[in-house]
């Protein structure tokens, strides 16, 4: 079974360009999570959502950011404008009905903002 | 609200050495206890979990138990192989919510 798949794996971009990563959950999870991670910051949950509903998106750093799933097999998370501190590694994660704290994470997206 | 501390890196050992990464927490209620680990260039891994106070999550050679009375979770394996070097991190559960550590990176040599 493929695990989280996430694209695309790096984006170099300009400061002030709309980004646009995303991520297909494993098939039959029911929840899913955007996490970014700095050396400066450590491991941050930014979202996450419960059969394609957002559940808490307090860690979301500001409205540059935003997140959708409009279905149980895909979620975007889309910075516009796009800033140099957003410069970190974004990673989606799911997990089963069976254990929603088990959390199967993607590959992770490097995102260098210039 | 909840927390997780882990013991600062970096950790280096040598080969067949003793590991223990310390962990403890703060957390209201009863949450879960995992141990994820981050290879070079990947995302995290469940490593274990361990899910009500006093049990023992093992895999791989590693362990860890949840100790309520010490609100800790340290991760120990017997003997560590360089295949071993990556990144651990603590994270903790509830309320819908996970908490991870700032990771300890571990590097074995041969």
């Known amino acids: 079974d493929a695990g989280v798949i996430q694209s695309p794996r790096h984006e170099v971009t300009e400061m002030g360009q709309e980004v646009t990563l995303r991520c297909k959950p494993i098939s039959g999870h029911d929840y899913l999570f955007w996490y970014r991670q700095t050396m400066m910051r450590g491991l941050e949950l930014l979202i996450y959502?419960?059969?394609?509903?957002?559940?808490?998106d307090s860690g979301m750093p500001e409205d540059r950011f935003s997140a959708k799933m409009p279905n149980a097999s895909f979620s975007t998370l889309k910075i516009q404008p796009s800033e140099p501190r957003d410069s970190a590694v974004y990673f989606c994660a799911s997990s089963p009905p069976r254990d929603r704290y088990e959390q199967y994470f993607g590959p992770g997206t490097r995102l260098t903002v210039t | 609200g909840n927390s997780v501390t882990q013991m600062e890196g970096p950790v280096t050992l040598s080969e067949e050495a003793f590991l223990t990464i310390n962990c403890t927490y703060t957390?209201?209620?009863?949450?879960?206890l995992f141990w994820y680990v981050q290879y070079p260039g990947e995302g995290l891994q469940l490593l274990l979990k361990a899910t009500k106070a006093d049990d023992k999550g093992s895999n791989k050679g590693f362990e860890a138990t949840y100790r309520k009375e010490t609100t800790s979770f340290h991760l120990e394996k017997g003997s560590v192989q360089v295949s071993d070097s990556a990144v651990y991190f603590c994270a903790l559960s509830n309320a819908g919510k996970s908490t991870f550590g700032d990771g300890t990176t571990l590097t074995v040599k041969p």
């Open positions: 957390a209201t209620g009863y949450p879960s």
């Open positions: 959502f419960n059969n394609n509903v957002p559940i808490d």
